[in-house]
T-cell receptor, first 114, second 117 residues
Framework: GENVEQHPSTLSVQEGDSAVIKCTYSDSASNYFPWYKQELGKGPQLIIDIRSNVGEKKDQRIAVTLNKTAKHFSLHITETQPEDSAVYFCAASKVGSGTYKYIFGTGTRLKVLA | NAGVMQNPRHLVRRRGQEARLRCSPMKGHSHVYWYRQLPEEGLKFMVYLQKENIIDESGMPKERFSAEFPKEGPSILRIQQVVRGDSAAYFC???????????????FGEGSRLTVL
């Protein structure tokens, strides 16, 4: 069935360094790839997304890249800050298929050390 | 400009009792999704509903779990005869109709945390 793998499960970086989280999806029909940030005790919040017709998207310190051929997509956070510490989830979906159902990765717990 | 509202935020039940979790979608959204998050794990899809209709329940356990989204009122996720393994955070998300929505974004609530003693 549909599957999204996410690595690493935990990531610790020094403040100011970059963080990279990688995901792989199995369903080649997936065309929408959002990234969510979940802080302790809160619901997931969308931080950036990318569609399959785009290879890269950037929003300030956050960027996402997509390799459709390899079915890989990655989240890049530059100049990390303590408030970036959270759990990050990638997901894959098929927009236009009549549903917004997401298949989520297992999450990456990011710790930014001051 | 309320977002997705879930209640209760925390619910404690003893084994064998029933749990009812409610979700009111964002204004203008007609579609609701329920996800379950076990401790230290990711979000697992359970069910997708629109008003008065279950679209996809492929992630729902076959027994004890049911969901509805009536014409009036919130969506409800119902767990009968709860067991300790049901302890988890249950998240609701909403979206506009996929046929009319401009993006694929799901908007999540803050979750309902169920503890089964």
């Amino acid at each position: 069935g549909e599957n999204v793998e996410q690595h690493p499960s935990t990531l610790s970086v020094q403040e100011g360094d970059s963080a990279v989280i990688k995901c792989t999806y199995s369903d080649s029909a997936s065309n929408y790839f959002p990234w969510y940030k979940q802080e302790l005790g809160k619901g997931p919040q969308l931080i950036i997304d990318i569609r399959s017709n785009v290879g890269e998207k950037k929003d300030q310190r956050i960027a996402v890249t997509l390799n459709k051929t390899a079915k890989h997509f990655s989240l890049h956070i530059t100049e990390t800050q303590p408030e970036d510490s959270a759990v990050y989830f990638c997901a894959a979906s098929k927009v236009g298929s009549g549903t917004y159902k997401y298949i989520f990765g297992t999450g990456t717990r990011l710790k930014v050390l001051a | 400009n309320a977002g997705v509202m879930q209640n209760p935020r925390h619910l404690v039940r003893r084994r064998g009792q029933e749990a009812r979790l409610r979700c009111s979608p964002m204004k203008g959204h007609s579609h609701v999704y329920w996800y379950r998050q076990l401790p230290e794990e990711g979000l697992k899809f359970m069910v997708y509903l629109q008003k008065e209709n279950i679209i996809d329940e492929s992630g729902m356990p076959k027994e004890r779990f049911s969901a509805e989204f009536p014409k009036e009122g919130p969506s409800i996720l119902r767990i009968q005869q709860v067991v300790r393994g049901d302890s988890a955070a249950y998240f609701c998300a909403s979206s506009p109709s996929p046929q009319t929505g401009l993006t694929g974004e799901l908007f999540f609530g803050e979750g309902s945390r169920l503890t089964v003693l």
